[in-house]
């Protein structure tokens, strides 16, 4: 500036910037793990902000991992640079396809005989594990050559016979696990115990050795054995 006097001021100067151009996001994804880098060649780059399913808007400080095997996320993202410029809202889809069947398991409870046959009511417990997948949806079983059933609690074997129990589970991404077979034997009658031997000579009385023929039967497991003893003495198969 001069003034009327004719003085002039010393030269001085001010830096105008101005930053229109809003800033750029490159996203990279690996599986379940995603990372985001955001560029802005003027006033730079202040934050970049991400949101998943459509959540709470959070900070990006580095590369994250989504927890879910089988899901699909859809990952929101932008970049807000010192100018205040802000991009478009960007989106990209993340997770891994669920490929992993689910495991079958049973358990037998019961009070156990020998031979894996149980001697009382027998239950069977079903349960099942994905993973780290998207879960269990459901469990089934089919006991002989019955229909398949949806498995609601514990199944109860209480009458005598040997059943083939089939059971199999699929998880929400509709991966299905290998039919799986167990055998459930439940024998509640005692075998019945028969003797063998001729009508005495006098009576109730023998006056010679005479053979005796121990037998059975049992219409559960099978007889495994036939003991005897002789006046109170020691069983003797």
Same mark, same amino acid.
């Given at each position: 500036?001069?003034?009327?006097?004719?003085?002039?001021? /010393?030269?001085?100067?001010?830096?105008?910037?101005?930053?229109?151009?809003?800033?750029?996001?490159?996203?990279?994804?690996?599986?379940?793990?995603?990372?985001?880098?955001?560029?802005?060649?003027?006033?730079?780059?202040?934050? @970049?902000?991400?949101?998943?399913?459509?959540?709470?808007?959070?900070?990006?400080?580095? %590369?994250?991992?989504?927890?879910?095997?089988?899901?699909?996320?859809?990952?929101?993202?932008?970049?807000?640079?010192?100018?205040?410029?802000?991009?478009?809202?960007?989106?990209?889809?993340?997770?891994? %396809?669920?490929?992993?069947?689910?495991?079958?398991?049973?358990?037998?409870?019961?009070?156990?005989?020998?031979?894996?046959?149980?001697?009382?009511?027998?239950?069977?417990?079903?349960?099942?594990?994905?993973?780290?997948?998207?879960?269990?949806?459901? @469990?089934?079983?089919?006991?002989?050559?019955?229909?398949?059933?949806?498995?609601?609690?514990?199944?109860?074997?209480?009458?005598?016979?040997?059943?083939?129990?089939?059971?199999?589970? %699929?998880?929400?991404?509709?991966?299905?696990?290998? /039919?799986?077979?167990?055998? /459930?034997?439940?024998?509640? @009658?005692?075998?019945?115990?028969?003797?063998?031997?001729?009508?005495?000579?006098?009576?109730?009385?023998?006056?010679?050795? @005479?053979?005796?023929?121990?037998?059975?039967?049992? %219409?559960?497991?099978?007889?495994?054995?036939?003991?005897?003893?002789?006046?109170?003495?020691?069983?003797?198969?």
């Amino acid at each position: 500036a001069t003034g009327l006097n004719g003085e002039v001021e /010393v030269v001085r100067n001010a830096t105008l910037r101005i930053d229109r151009t809003a800033p750029s996001v490159e996203p990279s994804v690996n599986g379940r793990t995603f990372s985001l880098s955001a560029s802005d060649f003027t006033s730079g780059v202040r934050s @970049i902000q991400y949101r998943v399913d459509g959540g709470s808007w959070l900070l990006y400080t580095g %590369e994250v991992t989504l927890g879910t095997v089988g899901h699909q996320y859809l990952v929101e993202y932008y970049a807000l640079d010192n100018a205040g410029n802000a991009c478009l809202v960007g989106e990209m889809t993340v997770g891994e %396809e669920d490929t992993q069947a689910p495991y079958t398991s049973i358990e037998l409870l019961g009070t156990l005989g020998t031979n894996s046959w149980f001697t009382g009511d027998a239950q069977a417990v079903l349960s099942a594990d994905d993973g780290n997948g998207v879960g269990v949806s459901s @469990i089934s079983y089919q006991i002989d050559s019955g229909d398949w059933q949806v498995y609601g609690g514990p199944l109860l074997f209480n009458e005598t016979g040997t059943y083939v129990l089939n059971y199999r589970s %699929e998880d929400a991404a509709g991966n299905v696990d290998i /039919v799986r077979t167990a055998e /459930v034997k439940v024998d509640k @009658i005692a075998p019945t115990a028969m003797i063998d031997v001729r009508d005495p000579d006098f009576g109730v009385w023998y006056n010679h050795s @005479i053979p005796v023929t121990f037998g059975g039967n049992d %219409e559960g497991s099978g007889l495994f054995s036939v003991q005897y003893r002789l006046n109170g003495g020691s069983w003797s198969n």
